[in-house]
């Protein structure tokens, strides 16, 4: 059902944790599943110099956090904004459909850090950037 890199992933996670001075955070979450995921972020030079994630949620959930974190860690501001679901997805060799919803929040969780740090320092996001709200249905 899950590929070896989700599996990787999801059993030796990569990022975890909190950064305690972080310049962004983004909270998301699946009200139908329950998946609540954080991404920190730290930012030097207009560089992801650091990012980390707090997740819980299903393996899925923590793989795609764990993925995210790699994709864009060492991207500039406007590179990371541009890691898509699919992405996300597609670096984990694939989910099944009814767990593509986890990799819709690890992206959209990285935008929502990556808004959080712009909306700090007063800095105006490119048009069309935003957090879509999970609705999807998932198995229980």
């Known amino acids: ?11 030796n996670p990569r990022n975890v944790g909190e950064i ?15 998946d609540l995921m954080w991404i ?4 030097k ?5 650091d990012v980390k994630f707090k997740t819980f949620g299903c ?3 923590i793989a795609t956090s764990s993925m ?3 994709l864009a860690k060492g991207k500039t501001i406007e ?3 541009k890691i898509t679901r699919q992405d996300v997805a597609d670096a984990l060799d694939g989910l099944p459909p009814i767990k593509m919803h986890c990799s819709n929040l690890a992206a959209d ?3 929502a850090a990556i808004l959080d740090y712009m909306k700090k320092k007063g800095i105006k996001p490119p048009e069309g950037i935003k957090i879509e709200s999970e609705t999807e249905k998932c198995d229980l």
């Not at 059902?1 to 059993?11: E, I, P």
């Not at 920190?40 to 930012?43: A, R, S």
């Open 79 to 81: 590179e990371a904004l």
């Open 1 to 11: 059902m899950y590929s070896q890199k989700v599996m990787d992933h999801f059993r």
């Open 68 to 70: 995210i974190t790699e």
């Open 40 to 43: 920190y972020i730290k930012v």
């Open 109 to 111: 969780g990285l935008k």
């Open 45 to 49: 030079d207009n560089r992801l110099e």
């Open 59 to 61: 393996g899925a959930a």
């Open 20 to 34: 305690k001075d972080a310049d962004g955070i983004g909270k998301v979450g699946n009200p139908v599943c329950g």
